[in-house]
């Protein structure tokens, strides 16, 4: 059974940081690329970040370049997001998704049609 587990939301003020944490369960991770999605009510799934598993390439969504992280750990399959300098806009609920075929936006970040599995999502709140 495929399982995406998210974990690390929650509540911090702005400026502050939080690492969310993608455990990945049921399939090959090597042949995947996980991505972070966010989504706010009345919103499309905006992606955020994306890690390709097999050569390590790393994208992100211009508007979190510079204050985030992707990286992965393959012996626990599992995927990282370090999110530093968080803003308000930064609040949603964060989805991981893993991608067979891992396609770019002109923004910088993975889009969402080429998730093959989500997670059940961690909630962010950056408060001002």
């Known amino acids: 059974e495929v399982q995406l587990v998210e974990s690390g939301g929650g509540l911090v003020q702005t400026g502050g940081s939080l690492r969310l944490s993608c455990a990945a369960s049921g399939f090959a991770f090597d042949d995947y690329s996980i991505g972070w999605f966010r989504q706010t009510p009345g919103k499309e799934r905006e992606g955020v970040s994306a890690?390709?598993?097999?050569?390590?390439?790393?994208y992100y969504l211009d508007s979190v370049k510079g204050r985030s992280t992707i990286s992965n750990d393959k012996a626990k399959n599992t995927v990282y997001l370090q999110m530093n300098n968080l803003k308000p806009q930064d609040t949603a609920t964060y989805y991981c998704g893993a991608m067979w075929a891992l396609t770019i936006s002109t923004a910088g970040g993975p889009i969402k049609c080429g998730v093959g599995y989500w997670g059940e999502g961690t909630v962010v709140t950056a408060s001002s």
């Open positions: 890690i390709h598993n097999g050569d390590g390439a790393t």
